[in-house]
């Protein structure tokens, strides 16, 4: 199951899709809208997305982290205002043990920060505003936001579909 949706994610959900009786280990990620980045108030995160294109790569993503390792996924991503607090994104994953159901996830939640189109605006608590640049440095685990030192820098190069804001 991969989805989209412009509504709060229901978690149940995605576990009940990712569960499977044949597999002992189940792992979720859920990651929120936090109240600073860079060290400023953030009043709420905005997300686009190029929805065909995205469930498209999602679908992807789940494929082949199932036959990499033998597990059942679940992936949902926001669209919209998310505000501070709630979820964004959010990855189950079932395996048969606990190792694989962790390797999984982090699988699933890595190549869709590094491939899915979907794009994030942050708007901060004094009205400014921040696009994410699309170019994750994998080698540091971080994304760069457009501006930042170092901008487009890191061991990928950015991907035509994730060179920048939605027109």
């Known amino acids: ?12 959900t995605l576990v009940q899709a990712a569960t499977d009786p044949e597999h002992g280990g189940l792992v979720t990620f859920i990651g929120s809208t936090r109240r600073e980045s860079d060290r400023r108030p953030v009043r709420t995160l905005v997300y686009e997305a190029y929805e065909e294109l995205a469930l498209r790569e999602l679908q992807a993503i789940a494929e082949e982290a199932a036959a990499r390792f033998g597990a059942r996924l679940a992936v949902a991503h926001r669209t919209g205002r998310v505000p501070v607090g709630e979820p964004s994104v959010a990855v189950a994953a079932s395996a048969p043990g606990r190792p694989e159901a962790f390797a999984a996830c982090r699988y699933a939640i890595d190549e869709l920060k590094a491939r899915a189109p979907i794009w ?21 685990g971080h994304w760069a936001e457009e501006g930042a030192p170092g901008e487009g820098q890191g061991p990928l190069p950015r991907a035509s579909v994730r060179g920048g804001r939605p027109a």
């Open 1 to 12: 199951m991969v989805a989209l949706s412009s509504i709060p994610l229901d978690l149940a």
């Open 120 to 140: 994030k605006q942050t708007e901060f608590a004094d009205g400014q505003t921040t696009w994410l640049d699309g170019c994750q440095d994998r080698e540091h």
